[in-house]
């Protein structure tokens, strides 16, 4: 993939940085690392610039983080309850567990955002229920752009400040992104428990 990434930022530039970089916030399995490190990579090689890559890069960011939110305005909470009415016995989800879930997310929901801009995965997925919340479009997008900006120039200044190295980078945000899983497995499996511990209780 990697080389196919390199072959594509050679031949389209700052075309080929936006393109890969909008369809890796829509499609997560897409490496933003690799495609950003090698962009800041190559503003040492060829005509582009630093601030030409970021900007291109968070326009393209911004672009599949909107496609996602307008995604999950198809999945609001009133769908969301004609689901549970139908599977939320086997679900053991209620109607009030989505409502209180929903204002969960009106509360911490611009923080949300932001901050899981700066978490591999969860940086794409964050779109999905900011638009199910109804979050504000215009505070989705503000949100949205300063943590992706803040992404961005720490991936494209650090692959140009490498050069040749810009691989090595790479493997660090490996390991970065390994944590992070773990950490999201973590808090999920703490979760499920806490959560059908409660249902038990109530019942």
Do not use: C
């Amino acid at each position: 993939m990697e080389q196919w990434i390199t072959d594509w930022l050679s031949d389209f530039g700052y075309w080929g940085v936006f393109l890969l970089i909008m369809i890796e916030n829509v499609f997560p399995p897409i490496p933003s690392e690799i495609i950003l490190t090698l962009g800041g990579f190559m503003t040492t090689t060829t005509s582009m610039t630093i601030p030409g890559v970021i900007a291109v890069a968070t326009l393209g960011s911004v672009v599949g983080a909107v496609i996602l939110y307008f995604i999950g305005l198809q999945l609001d909470v009133e769908r969301l309850e004609k689901i549970v009415e139908k599977h939320g016995r086997w679900l053991r989800v209620t109607k009030h567990d989505i409502h209180r879930a929903d204002a969960w997310f009106d509360r911490i929901g611009p923080w949300a955002v932001f901050l899981g801009r700066l978490v591999p995965l969860v940086r794409s997925l964050i779109s999905i229920p900011a638009g199910m919340s109804n979050m504000r479009f215009s505070t989705f997008l503000l949100f949205t752009t300063l943590g992706t900006v803040i992404w961005n120039t720490i991936l494209v200044s650090a692959g140009a400040a490498l050069g040749e190295n810009w691989h090595s980078l790479v493997g660090y945000f490996d390991i970065y992104s390994n944590i992070i899983y773990v950490i999201l497995v973590v808090v999920a499996i703490g979760w499920l428990i806490w959560f059908f511990n409660k249902k038990k209780k109530h019942a």
